[in-house]
């Protein structure tokens, strides 16, 4: 992953995407047990945690912890893992630092890369444009027909890194969004067909006509 560099509202450059983690970070220990998160860069603006598969981002309807509970706040999210994800996470210690981030990310200042292990081997890298709505199940999300215009838009692209041909057809991909839709890297690959490996909520679905 390349280094992702922001100005933070208190006029200092931070560059935290390889930063290594602090060996005394002043945020206190969290509550989740094995589900800890890790920081990896501290200032007085942000907080970038590593977090850990099975933890969600943000408090849900059924209750459990959560990145925002089990860290001391207040805190503001910049964006978000799936329950099921790892990876950095950026979160703004200030409503003015939250901010200059989701300026920065906007503007295609800041760089998010996703690496993501598929079913079968697509054809060839690219790109996937589809929009994105609500399943008739609330909690899950659909890709819609490319000349739909309902939905919200949506492009994921792709790029193949590796195809692991054992134990089951699969392709290591690296992936980075021009938008942020809910499951949106899920939804666009089983709409390609390739479903992400060990996705049960989006193996099946149809593909888009």
Known sequence: MG????????GRTAAWA??????????????????APVVIFE???LLVIDKPAGLPSQPGPTGGPSLLSV??????????????????????????????LHKSLARGRLQRAYLALCHGVPDDSGFIDLRIARARNPALRQALPATASGGQAARTHYLILEILPRPASCTLLTLTLNTERTHQ????????????FDDRAYSNPPAPR
Not at 3 to 10: E, I, K
């Open 3 to 10: 280094q992702d560099q922001t100005t933070t509202p208190s």
């Open 18 to 35: 390889t930063s290594r983690p602090r060996s005394t970070p002043t945020a206190a220990p969290p509550k989740s047990g094995d589900l």
């Open 43 to 45: 200032d007085e603006d």
């Open 71 to 100: 860290l001391p706040g207040p805190l503001h999210l910049v964006h978000r893992l799936d329950r099921d994800a790892s990876g950095l996470l950026a979160l703004g210690k200030t409503p003015e630092a939250a901010a200059a």
């Open 185 to 196: 890297i899920r939804v666009h690959l089983s709409a390609l067909s390739h479903p992400l």
